[in-house]
């Protein structure tokens, strides 16, 4: 689709629209798709983690809360939504691989660090013949204490360059994803040396994450390292995945900076909505052209 600059694929992140919906942001014109993994099986009992002493056997219940071990069960609940890409002769654009309890890559524990990558490595072999070119990963959980940020971001790097590396072998690539709050990678600067010391993976913009930097500052660091995109709005207070131009996003700027600085990937859309179901193909690129318009 021609928008401002340059001629750009239109996508979104599906992981949780049904196959109805899915078939509506392909009948709008919409050709890159993100799935993502969830972090855990809908039928995952809970766990009293207040019962269990912070050591080796916490890290295991988690693992099994997680669906760590389970990693074809995961994996299989998108079936519905790969088959409806495949009806459509397209096949997923990335793959967002698990974060949450059970799936930090910047654990600090090695043993656990490395359980974790090996997860994310059966992941990926269960994905690998939907043909999706990028593995998008959050680089740690948190909240990340600032005495532990050094051994926690050598712990990620060590991450991001193994699952790479494996990646690669799969024909796909591991991007990394810029993250707010406490996170790593929530600014440029430590985008950019994670990046870097991991043998220069990509980077996947997150345009609602940045809460301490501007976007023309970030897009100066690292656009031309952008292989993927999450675009939504936000208040510039925290994370909100609104519609654009409900926010404070500088949508014409974004765009511009991108394709100025050589990006062809998709304009991938990553929103919520609440109650009322996810929002409808049409009233998101309506909203994204309107968000455009009023910055000219």
Same mark, same amino acid.
């Given at each position: 689709?021609?928008?401002? &600059?340059?001629?750009?694929?239109?996508?979104?992140?599906?992981?949780?629209?049904?196959?109805?919906?899915? %078939?509506?942001?392909?009948?709008?014109?919409?050709?890159?798709?993100?799935?993502?993994?969830?972090?855990?099986?809908?039928?995952?009992? !809970?766990?009293?983690?207040?019962?269990?002493?912070?050591?080796?056997?916490?890290?295991?219940?988690?693992?099994?809360?997680?669906? +760590?071990? %389970?990693?074809?069960?995961?994996?299989?609940?998108?079936?519905?939504?790969?088959?409806?890409?495949?009806?459509?002769?397209?096949?997923?654009?990335?793959?967002?691989? !698990?974060?949450?309890?059970?799936?930090? $890559?910047?654990? !600090?524990?090695?043993?656990?660090?490395?359980?974790? &990558?090996?997860?994310?490595?059966?992941? /990926?072999? &269960?994905?690998?013949?939907?043909?999706?070119?990028?593995?998008?990963?959050?680089?740690?959980?948190?909240?990340?204490?600032?005495? =532990?940020?050094?051994?926690? /971001?050598?712990?990620?790097?060590?991450?991001? +360059?193994?699952?790479?590396?494996?990646?690669? #072998?799969?024909?796909?690539?591991?991007?990394?994803?810029?993250?707010? +709050?406490?996170?790593?990678?929530?600014?440029?600067?430590?985008?950019?040396? /994670?990046?870097?010391?991991? #043998?220069?993976?990509?980077?996947?913009?997150?345009?609602?994450?940045?809460?301490?930097?501007?976007?023309?500052?970030?897009?100066?660091?690292?656009?031309?390292?952008?292989?993927?995109?999450?675009?939504?709005?936000? =208040?510039?207070?925290?994370?909100?995945?609104?519609?654009? #131009?409900? #926010?404070?996003? !500088?949508?014409?700027?974004?765009?511009?900076?991108? &394709?100025?600085?050589?990006?062809?990937?998709?304009?991938?859309?990553?929103?919520?909505?609440?109650?009322?179901?996810?929002?409808?193909?049409?009233? $998101?690129?309506?909203?994204?052209?309107?968000?455009?318009? +009023?910055? %000219?």
């Amino acid at each position: 689709m021609k928008i401002l &600059c340059c001629d750009v694929p239109l996508g979104l992140s599906a992981t949780s629209h049904s196959p109805e919906a899915i %078939q509506g942001f392909i009948d709008e014109g919409f050709t890159h798709f993100e799935i993502g993994i969830h972090d855990s099986l809908p039928d995952a009992a !809970p766990i009293d983690f207040s019962r269990c002493q912070a050591n080796a056997e916490t890290r295991s219940l988690i693992a099994r809360r997680a669906g +760590r071990g %389970q990693e074809e069960r995961l994996t299989g609940l998108q079936n519905e939504r790969i088959s409806k890409l495949y009806e459509n002769r397209l096949r997923p654009w990335s793959v967002h691989l !698990p974060f949450g309890p059970g799936w930090d $890559v910047a654990h !600090p524990v090695r043993e656990e660090r490395a359980a974790v &990558c090996a997860s994310l490595k059966r992941v /990926m072999d &269960c994905t690998a013949d939907w043909g999706a070119k990028v593995y998008v990963l959050h680089g740690c959980l948190e909240p990340v204490k600032p005495e =532990d940020r050094a051994l926690r /971001m050598a712990r990620s790097i060590l991450s991001l +360059r193994e699952l790479s590396d494996y990646a690669r #072998g799969l024909g796909a690539a591991v991007a990394l994803e810029n993250l707010p +709050r406490s996170c790593l990678a929530n600014n440029s600067e430590e985008t950019l040396a /994670m990046s870097e010391a991991a #043998g220069d993976v990509p980077i996947v913009f997150d345009v609602n994450h940045l809460l301490g930097e501007s976007h023309a500052s970030f897009m100066r660091a690292l656009a031309k390292r952008v292989i993927s995109t999450h675009l939504s709005d936000y =208040d510039g207070v925290d994370e909100r995945h609104l519609l654009p #131009g409900e #926010g404070i996003v !500088p949508w014409k700027s974004v765009v511009t900076g991108l &394709c100025e600085a050589g990006y062809r990937g998709p304009m991938l859309f990553e929103l919520r909505r609440g109650e009322n179901g996810p929002y409808q193909a049409r009233e $998101v690129l309506q909203a994204f052209l309107k968000a455009l318009a +009023r910055e %000219q």
